[in-house]
Nanobody, 114 residues
Framework: QVQLVESGGGLVQPGGSLRLSCAAS????????MGWYRQAPGKQRELVAEISSSGRTNYADSAKGRFTISRDSAKNTVYLQMNSLKFEDTAVYYC????????WGQGTQVTVSS
């Protein structure tokens, strides 16, 4: 089992920045890919960005150029630096980890509002 604890969400104005963190514990030796998804009201959950154990990254088109995913293997933590935030980035952001199974965090709310 892998447990995930997310932090860093909040309220930010358009154009602002936030940094999300997701710390993994438990069967961390099994972890391969770590990533972030988001779900806005009335919409399906969608990929934001993911990073493999080798550091290979994959971004949604909406995140390219504005968001950066990174990983600290020593701390078993994945980060999502979000810059130039837009109204449409408002959503609950979920950490996802792929190990022996797929694990999800509890979600953290990001609200972009003036």
């Amino acid at each position: 089992q892998v447990q995930l604890v997310e932090s860093g969400g909040g309220l930010v104005q358009p154009g602002g920045s936030l940094r999300l963190s997701c710390a993994a514990s438990g069967s961390i030796f099994s972890i391969n890919t770590m990533g972030w998804y988001r779900q806005a009201p009335g919409k399906q959950r969608e990929l934001v960005a993911e990073i493999s154990s080798s550091g290979r990254t994959n971004y949604a088109d909406s995140a390219k150029g504005r968001f950066t995913i990174s990983r600290d293997s020593a701390k078993n933590t994945v980060y999502l630096q979000m810059n130039s935030l837009k109204f449409e980035d408002t959503a609950v952001y979920y950490c996802k980890v792929i190990g022996w199974s797929i694990y999800w965090g509890q979600g953290t709310q990001v609200t972009v509002s003036s």
